[in-house]
């Protein structure tokens, strides 16, 4: 059977696969929405006197919380892999200011760093008041 499936012509194998996968997505935002109807229909009366939805209004709050928070999955939302890439390329702009900066220039940016954070240095902790 996967032979078949691999020599089938590109255009075949997507006519295939396009409505299993719209199918997919309309279970998946079947079930996503009777999950949030049944959690608030459950919670959200007795808690907070609120009204209880149906199926299309739990799709909309999904869908409401998808824009306001980020994310469906059970990563927490955002994209972590792009919070890496910018704190990557902020690591390489300061390494590089770094290299050009003189002593002197290095010393009063620690000073400056110090001063902001409240931290003591190493000469500072030693000292009695």
Excluded: Y
């Amino acid at each position: 059977m996967r032979k078949k499936l691999k020599d089938l012509p590109r255009r075949t194998k997507l006519l295939l696969i396009a409505p299993l996968a719209i199918l997919g997505m309309a279970i998946f935002c079947w079930i996503g929405g009777e999950l949030v109807m049944h959690l608030w229909n459950w919670l959200a009366p007795e808690l907070f006197g609120l009204r209880t939805i149906n199926v299309w209004q739990a799709l909309g709050l999904l869908a409401l919380c998808r824009i306001l928070f980020g994310g469906f999955g059970l990563n927490g939302g955002g994209n972590r892999d792009s919070s890496r890439r910018m704190e990557a390329r902020i690591g390489e702009r300061m390494a590089e200011r770094w290299e050009h900066m003189t002593p002197e220039e290095r010393e009063r940016f620690r000073q400056g760093l110090d001063e902001r954070s409240g931290r003591t240095t190493p000469l500072d902790s030693n000292q009695s008041a």
